[in-house]
């Protein structure tokens, strides 16, 4: 299976019910979620480490509401591999080992699409 697909049956399991689109954003509903795979970082061979990565955005009516959903997820997602929360080893999501997912940056507003819905997107690393 793929990170994205992966990512996304982590998001539903803790919680995340919106609807979650993978690789792209259909038209409809208006609250969605989706998840995009983009370049990382190179692998480490040796280690048998990959380092995709991970874009998500949120779109909905209201700014709070597309704001608070992202920022949900960054939570969620954050904590993955996370010392303080005592999940230092990762988490095995779907059968692949998931050693960390950090944010690179805060999430930040893309603007509003072609009905006057706010989007949002945040990026993060991946360690698989």
Partial sequence: M??????????????ITD????????DSPDDAIALYQYAGQGPLHMAGVKRPGLQ??????????????IEAIA???????DEINGTAEGETISGTRYLIIRSTQSAFQLGEDDHGRTEFAQNFYVTI
């Fill in 56 to 69: 998500v955005r949120t779109r909905s009516k209201t700014y709070t509401t597309a704001l608070d959903l």
């Fill in 19 to 26: 609807t979650i689109y993978t690789g792209l954003m259909a």
């Fill in 2 to 15: 793929s990170m994205i697909h992966d990512i996304k049956t982590y998001l539903v399991a803790e919680g």
């Fill in 75 to 81: 939570a969620i997602l954050n904590q993955v591999g």
